[in-house]
């Protein structure tokens, strides 16, 4: 019995041989074997052949594949036909060696273009090998060789959805004008206009979704989400209000209804239906909370809604104080008008109820950031770092705290830290790099600063610093300068990136520039200590000695522990 099962499974594997052979080019087994189509020694040729292939056929069944392909490439020797090199394909591919199977698979498609088994292989294994642009091209052949291959069609559209959509969507499109309405291709229609911001199509797609399952309560609630993305307010609504009066009892839905007035701005009847929400007992706090999320959201394009939208998460924090969410919005809210005092309370108490929240940490130490109070910055993130010590954004304002404190050990620990969490940011390398620059570990500083240039050669913040460092060791000064030009071109108006451009003017020797520049970005307000001992510097070597030690005093009145500004006063030179 099992050997009767075995020869059933092969049937079809041996009609493809049978079917295929005739118009082949034949193998023979050795030279003297070779004679006309027909004779005794070709048939025997042929059975040789067929034998290697069962043999083969059978081990594959038995999962022996690299026997299988020793046994097919024996079947070869005899037999030139393209049903061995389909089944060799298959089982390289099963074994994962990809280009062996390709290869196979191509000369099975190149011996028998019509087959569209052996094309459908090709094709197959050519996406298992990530050419998804060639596995397009074979699924492309088979449309056009027979446009019924429904198959081949969903493959061409699940290839081009990664790296083509709208190649995609074309194609679902074409399924669904052939071969009749798809619930899935509709789904996959809808996603991929999701994801292109094409709302309007979107919801189109669902709408025709709900036309195949009119009863799907959450895809019709998906539907009415879509609309209000694509700004149909009124189709939304539509779709609710049918939703609501079969669910009365569904609060999600009687809150989405309420957000699309608010949506379109008629507040008075959106707080009605709010209201009404908020006073029953029955609520959920998510529901509460999902409330107040669509009146901040609102409040980003209308800031009188503001107060109100306070006024809804403190009732929840009044009536849920264990739960985290509506002191996130009430600090969120206090950021956004300015009222420390609100973030800070909020966001303080977030950290109690939620010290994984990050943004809760994070946005904490932000008032004090603003304030450019370091040492508070650092106090607040350091509790923080012990909750979260892999949370990028915790290490880097951490290490960014320090360096203003001047604690550059600690900055530069932090600081790598945040590298190896996030390696490409920007801001950690650029900020890094001056930390580095500080410690007059020159060798690292620079490095940091070419590779940041490498990920952004505009990047101001990048040229101006790693210009100044230049500038200051008097190194590279016309890279320098060039560097210092596109900063200042970017930022007119920033002093700093003005100081350096004197700054390297100066070290140039070319002091009447350095003299504009560096009084320009005096003109700007605000500039430390070292602008104006800049501005002496280069009194002094404009033989204007006065002028010179008026401005290193003016210097030492902004930086009084600067030793080495008042030894320059003392000496009255460089």
């Known amino acids: 019995m099992k050997n009767v099962l075995l020869l059933l499974m092969l049937g079809g594997t041996l009609l493809l041989l049978g079917g295929c052979s005739g118009g082949s080019q034949t193998g023979k087994p050795d030279a003297e074997a070779a004679s006309a189509p027909g004779s005794k020694a070709d048939d025997a040729s042929r059975r040789l052949g067929m034998q290697h292939f069962v043999d083969g056929s059978v081990y594959e069944l038995k999962g022996d594949l690299p026997q299988a392909i020793l046994e097919y490439q024996d079947a070869l020797r005899f037999d030139n036909d393209p049903a061995i090199y389909y089944a060799i394909s298959k089982c390289y591919s099963q074994l994962s060696k990809h280009s062996l199977a390709i290869e196979n698979a191509r000369e099975s498609v190149r011996l028998a273009p019509e087959q569209l088994t052996y094309r459908r292989n090709y094709a197959d294994v050519l996406a298992a090998a990530f050419d998804f642009d060639a596995a397009a091209q074979q699924f492309e052949e088979i449309i056009k060789r027979d446009s019924a291959q429904v198959e081949a069609w969903y493959n061409l559209a699940r290839i081009a959805q990664q790296r083509k959509p709208l190649r995609a969507l074309e194609v679902y499109e074409h399924i669904i004008d052939r071969f009749g309405p798809e619930w899935d291709v509709f789904l996959q229609i809808a996603d991929l ?190 509790s923080a770092v012990r909750i979260l010590p892999d949370d990028f954004r915790v290490n880097f304002f951490l290490g960014l705290s320090y360096s203003r404190l001047n604690r550059n050990i600690d900055a530069a620990r932090v600081l790598e830290h945040a590298r190896q969490l996030n390696p490409k940011d920007l801001d950690a390398i650029a900020q890094l790099a001056l930390v580095y620059d500080a410690m007059r570990r020159f060798e690292d500083s620079d490095a940091l600063y070419e590779e940041a240039l490498k990920i952004d050669p505009e990047n101001h913040l990048v040229l101006n610093n790693y210009a100044y460092s230049l500038a200051d060791r008097n190194l590279q000064l016309e890279r320098a300068l060039t560097m210092s030009r596109k900063a200042v071109d970017q930022q007119p108006d920033n002093a700093s990136y003005l100081d350096t451009i004197g700054w390297i003017y100066y070290r140039l020797g070319r002091y009447p520039e350095a003299m504009t520049w560096t009084k320009k970005a005096i003109s700007k307000g605000e500039v430390n200590a070292v602008v104006y001992e800049h501005l002496g510097d280069i009194y002094y070597c404009m033989n204007q000695k006065d002028l010179a030690i008026e401005h290193w005093n003016m210097a030492l009145k902004l930086d009084e522990q600067n030793t080495q500004l008042r030894d320059k006063i003392s000496r009255g030179s460089l």
């Open 193 to 382: 206009n999701n994801r292109l911001g094409r709302f309007d199509k979107a919801a189109d797609a669902l709408r025709e979704m709900t036309q195949l399952d009119p009863s799907n309560k959450e895809l019709k609630k998906t539907l009415a989400q879509t609309y209000a993305r694509a700004g149909k307010f009124d189709d939304a609504l539509a779709v609710y209000t049918d939703l609501r009066d079969i669910h009365p009892d569904d609060l999600e839905i009687q809150a989405e209804v309420a957000g699309l007035y608010l949506a379109r701005g008629e507040y008075p009847r959106a707080a009605k239906e709010f209201d009404t929400l908020l006073a029953r007992d029955t609520v959920s706090v998510d529901v509460k909370v999902h409330i107040g999320e669509m009146y901040f959201g609102q409040m980003a394009k209308d800031s009188t809604l503001a107060p109100v939208t306070r006024s809804i998460f403190e009732r929840v924090a009044a009536k849920h104080p264990d739960d985290w969410r509506a002191f996130w919005f009430l600090g969120a809210i206090g950021s956004v008008t300015r009222d420390d005092s609100l973030s800070l309370r909020s966001f303080r108490r977030v950290t109690e109820l939620a010290s994984w929240n990050a943004d809760a940490w994070v946005y904490m130490s932000g008032v004090f950031l603003g304030k450019n109070n370091f040492a508070e910055v650092a106090r607040i993130l350091e």
